[in-house]
């Protein structure tokens, strides 16, 4: 008879794996990690200037030219934003009037402000200057008097009329989507209350429209400023050239159009970083109360040990940061 014995023998203990360590990817995020984020961006801004730095020495550029002639196109600056300030006023108006054209169900105003939007949409801007600027002295008659010689416009008065045109039938879709995004239970709420159209729009639309408008409106105005270099193709006077105009008239003179392009550029440049500073403080006041608590994710490279898992070296995690500057909105009170 054949016995079996049966019986517990020595167990191996189940192999682990061996720990992984971080390759050269984790590391290099784990020590990017410890480095502000602010450090990291001077760090390329300074790499950038550098790369401008040595192409500009490399181009051999007339740098006394550039000194010398700095403060003569630098006058033209009072005039490019007394331009751009007169026309983006002109632009708001004809936005809020051709928006509620667009909203409304009158006929009339309904096909003038589409009229308007789609012409002066349609049309280059420059076409829209020259028609300005020469068109209208021609279909003036002649029995009009003062009347007719009115509508011979300086070049100053056809910049502010031509832009504020144009960038006022693109401010419209603009102004009309920043009034629709206010919900119609506040608008009712006020008609309720026994307020006017006017009153509606004064009160209760047009300040909770701003929220939504003031952004894409700074970003025009920093646009327009720009445009206002198309003014100089209809000539200018010497005492109201504006930035380009000078540019263009002392480098033609002295056979230095790239160094005096250069310095228009960089007047440019520096003139729509303030307006961006500006504007984005303006759109952070107005945003206070309806920016909800943002929660920001990062990545961070923890070990093993540290984690609680065996068998890997390293294991991503994320953390959420609050952001301290939200600030919860009225919808987050229970309002």
Known sequence: MRTEETGSGPTRAPSQPEERRPGFRERAELASQRVPFRIKLAVVWVGIFTVLGVLFALAQFDTTWLADHFSFIALGLPWTILIAAL?????VILALLGALGRLSKNPIAFGVAGFYTSFFRGTPLIVQLF?????????????????????????????????????????????????QSVGHGQREAAE???????????????????????????????????????????GSVAGQMEVFRRAQLVGRADFRPLEAFLVAAAIYWALTTIFQYFQSRLERRLSRGYVRAAVQRKTKWVPASASGSAGSGAMQVEVGVEDDEATPGPMENGH
Do not use: C, H
Request: net charge neutral; glycine share 10%; charged share 10%.
């Open 131 to 179: 028609l300005i600027f020469l068109a209208l002295p021609e279909i003036a008659p002649e029995g009009w008097g003062w009347l007719g010689d009115r509508l011979t416009l300086s070049v100053l008065q056809t910049g502010v009329i031509g832009l504020g045109l144009n960038y006022g039938a693109y401010m419209t879709e603009i102004f009309r989507a920043g009034i």
């Open 87 to 91: 026309a983006i006023i002109l632009a």
């Open 192 to 234: 309720a209350l026994g307020m006017t159209y006017p009153q509606v729009m004064r009160r209760v639309v047009l300040p909770q429209a701003l929220r939504v408008i003031i952004p894409p409106t700074g970003n025009e105005f920093i646009a327009m400023l720009k445009d206002s270099a198309l003014v100089s193709l209809l």
